[in-house]
T-cell receptor, first 110, second 116 residues
Framework: EDKVVQSPLSLVVHEGDTVTLNCSYEVTNFRSLLWYKQEKKAPTFLFMLTSSGIEKKSGRLSSILDKKELFSILNITATQTGDSAIYLCAVGGATNKLIFGTGTLLAVQP | EPEVTQTPSHQVTQMGQEVILRCVPISNHLYFYWYRQILGQKVEFLVSFYNNEISEKSEIFDDQFSVERPDGSNFTLKIRSTKLEDSAMYFC??????????????FGAGSRLTVL
């Protein structure tokens, strides 16, 4: 059965800290791994990764995929209170659907 | 920036009643999806829709559920006879193309369904 596992489940840090969120997966015919940020309601897209070892970067956020070890990490440097959210990892396989992990709840304290 | 819009934002219904959740996908997107998220649990796939037919559905999407694209813009999810366990946030999403799983889904803000 396809599955996506995220860790940690929750994390509390202080502003300015750097955090690393983890996502491991077992998916038949892997095609892509996506990271979303969920604040109040709608998950909003952060990154899509399809190739191993190529870092995707957007401001203070970056992500990389390891297709051999079947995992991805999402890094956030110099965290701000606005980074507080649930970070979702989702994997696309042979079909259109995405399989989501349980998410990591990040709380950034001032 | 284009967005997926959903209505209603919150609906409260009695068990056994029919509910229709509505979505307007992004206009140039061809693939449409419904996901749900029970409070405190994962986002779960329900159904995908392309070219006016269901392309894939999960085990959750039983005979009580149906989807329709009644006109050129709306995409609806109907639950025929709601159960308590249908209480969840329902997300509509759309994407430009499928490319066998390597495509970005844009999600709506969700419709919270509460079944009493």
């Amino acid at each position: 059965e396809d599955k996506v596992v995220q860790s940690p489940l929750s994390l509390v840090v202080h502003e300015g800290d750097t955090v690393t969120l983890n996502c491991s997966y077992e998916v038949t015919n892997f095609r892509s791994l996506l990271w979303y940020k969920q604040e109040k309601k709608a998950p909003t897209f952060l990154f899509m990764l399809t190739s191993s070892g190529i870092e995707k970067k957007s401001g203070r956020l970056s992500s990389i995929l390891d297709k051999k070890e079947l995992f991805s990490i999402l890094n956030i440097t110099a965290t701000q209170t606005g980074d507080s959210a649930i970070y979702l990892c989702a994997v696309g396989g042979a079909t259109n659907k995405l399989i989501f992990g349980t998410g990591t709840l990040l709380a950034v304290q001032p | 920036e284009p967005e997926v819009t959903q209505t209603p934002s919150h609906q409260v219904t009695q068990m056994g009643q029919e509910v229709i959740l509505r979505c307007v996908p992004i206009s140039n997107h061809l693939y449409f999806y419904w996901y749900r998220q029970i409070l405190g649990q994962k986002v779960e796939f329900l159904v995908s829709f392309y070219n006016n037919e269901i392309s894939e559905k999960s085990e959750i999407f039983d005979d009580q559920f149906s989807v329709e694209r009644p006109d050129g813009s709306n995409f609806t999810l109907k639950i025929r006879s709601t159960k308590l366990e249908d209480s969840a946030m329902y997300f509509c999403a759309s994407s430009v193309g499928a490319r066998g799983g390597a495509n970005v889904l844009t999600f709506g803000a969700g419709s919270r369904l509460t079944v009493l």
